[in-house]
T-cell receptor, first 114, second 113 residues
Framework: DGGITQSPKYLFRKEGQNVTLSCEQN?????MYWYRQDPGQGLRLIYY???????QKGDIAEGYSVSREKKESFPLTVTSAQKNPTAFYLC?????????????FGPGTRLTVL | AQSVAQPEDQVNVAEGNPLTVKCTYS??????LFWYVQYPNRGLQFLLK??????LVKGSYGFEAEFNKSQTSFHLKKPSALVSDSALYFC???????????FGAGTQVVVTP
């Protein structure tokens, strides 16, 4: 089956720790995205990548880092510099075809800081 | 700058009645408009989009949306709601050039039997 997988489903972090969220897609999409979802605030863009080995900051990139070494993979690291990381994190991908394409979302990772 | 407004935090409707979820937007240029649905603790599922052409767009699960340029709106509709339609609905907009997808805050739909 084609789709996007995210792991783990639930993640607990102690203060001061870095954690990495996995996102893999087998849709052969060029573009990938990371969003953060907080109650009542919709989705906010953290980072996005239009092509392998290239990525750009979104609206709330501070305290996060990403890499795009393979087309299929776009991991997100939540660093200790992110002061309020407890949230639901969603990864998405799209064909990247000039803005007309819809994004396909993974099932999400819920991160909780202990 | 682009923005999306979903003026209702929650919409309550009885099963079998029409369902409408409102969305207004602001972009420079022609908009690309999208509706997504999210069930609890799940990712978003794409419902439909407006790119160009007919103002009435039909999508998945019996949903449709009408693009109104003069009112800058893209309301989601379903003629007869089901209990299984209870979920969180997001409207999103992107300007005509490649740009970020801007999401609204979401509208919780509750359909009662």
């Amino acid at each position: 089956d084609g789709g996007i997988t995210q792991s783990p489903k639930y993640l607990f972090r102690k203060e001061g720790q870095n954690v990495t969220l996995s996102c893999e897609q087998n849709l052969n999409h060029d573009a990938m995205y990371w969003y953060r979802q907080d109650p009542g605030q919709g989705l906010r863009l953290i980072y996005y990548s239009q092509i392998v080995n290239d990525f750009q900051k979104g609206d709330i990139a501070e305290g996060y880092s990403v890499s795009r070494e393979k087309k299929e993979s776009f991991p997100l690291t939540v660093t200790s510099a992110q002061k309020n990381p407890t949230a639901f994190y969603l990864c998405a991908s799209s064909t990247g075809a000039g803005g007309r394409d819809e994004q396909f979302f993974g099932p999400g990772t819920r991160l909780t800081v202990l | 700058a682009q923005s999306v407004a979903q003026p209702e935090d929650q919409v309550n409707v009885a099963e079998g009645n029409p369902l409408t979820v409102k969305c207004t937007y602001s972009v420079s240029g022609n908009p690309y408009l999208f509706w997504y649905v999210q069930y609890p603790n799940r990712g978003l599922q794409f419902l439909l989009k407006y790119i160009t052409g007919d103002n009435l767009v039909k999508g998945s699960y019996g949903f449709e949306a009408e693009f109104n340029k003069s009112q800058t709106s893209f309301h989601l509709k379903k003629p007869s709601a089901l209990v299984s339609d209870s979920a969180l609905y997001f409207c999103a907009v992107r300007g005509s050039s490649w740009g970020k997808l801007q999401f609204g805050a979401g509208t919780q739909v509750v359909v009662t039997p």
